[in-house]
């Protein structure tokens, strides 16, 4: 069945870049999220990126799509102490539209 | 900015008791999604929920497990007779009608089951 793994820590100093890796199995999946859970909160809808593409860039996040090896990441340029939080990549499971999700990688950010 | 809201943020209950877990989704949407997130673990997909029926559930969603919507803004999760493992955080989320499925959740139910 389908599967998301992701690392599940990853320790940066504020102001370095953080990239947050991902594979996935459903090639099927016709887009893919990166979603961030703060401590004690919910799920906040970080960005997408639609299968065809290979690259999506919002401000400070970059999102690098391989179809082929089933690799996303999700990059932070001058990573802040506000970006430390729980990161999940999360791929479309089922006809409903339902999400698959990794285990979360926990990005601590050092000042 | 609209968003989806879940009550209670924290329930504890006895083995075996029912509990009834509340959301209210965004307003202008149409599909409707049960999460649960056991701690440490993966948040696993339960059950969606479309056209007020359900559309699709994972074999986690067992006959203990029910979903209703009983007016046009409450979404509702129970589970009949609750068990040690079902202790998890809940979430809620629903998407529009975009084809991207960007769905958008609560902040979590977390469910402690003694």
């Known amino acids: 069945g389908e599967d998301v793994e992701q690392s599940l820590f990853l320790s940066v100093r504020e102001g370095d870049s953080s990239v947050i890796n991902c594979t996935y199995t459903?090639?099927?999946?016709?887009?893919l999220y990166w979603y961030k859970q703060e401590p004690g909160a919910g799920l906040q809808l970080l960005t997408y990126?639609?299968?065809?593409?290979d690259m999506k860039q919002d401000q400070r996040l970059t999102v690098l799509l391989n179809k082929k090896d089933k690799h996303l990441s999700l990059r932070i340029a001058d990573t802040q102490t506000g970006d430390s939080a729980i990161y999940f990549c999360?791929?479309?499971?089922?006809?409903?539209?339902?999400?698959?999700f990794g285990k979360g990688t926990k990005l601590s950010v050092k000042p | 900015e609209p968003e989806v809201t879940q009550t209670p943020s924290h329930q504890v209950t006895q083995m075996g008791q029912e509990v009834i877990l509340r959301c209210v989704p965004i307003?202008?949407?149409?599909?409707f999604y049960w999460y649960r997130q056991i701690l440490g673990q993966k948040v696993e997909f339960l059950v969606s929920?479309?056209?007020?029926?359900?559309?699709?559930k994972s074999e986690i969603f067992d006959d203990q497990f029910s979903v209703e919507r009983p007016d046009g803004s409450n979404f509702t999760l129970k589970i009949r007779s609750t068990k040690l493992e079902d202790s998890a955080m809940y979430f809620c989320?629903?998407?529009?009608?975009?084809?991207?499925?960007?769905?958008?959740f609560g902040p979590g139910t977390r469910l402690t089951v003694l």
């Open positions: 307003s202008n949407h149409l599909y």
């Open positions: 989320a629903s998407s529009g009608t975009s084809g991207r499925n960007e769905q958008f």
């Open positions: 929920f479309y056209n007020n029926e359900i559309s699709e």
């Open positions: 459903d090639s099927s999946s016709t887009y």
């Open positions: 999360a791929e479309i499971g089922g006809s409903q539209g339902n999400l698959i």
């Open positions: 990126i639609f299968s065809n593409m």
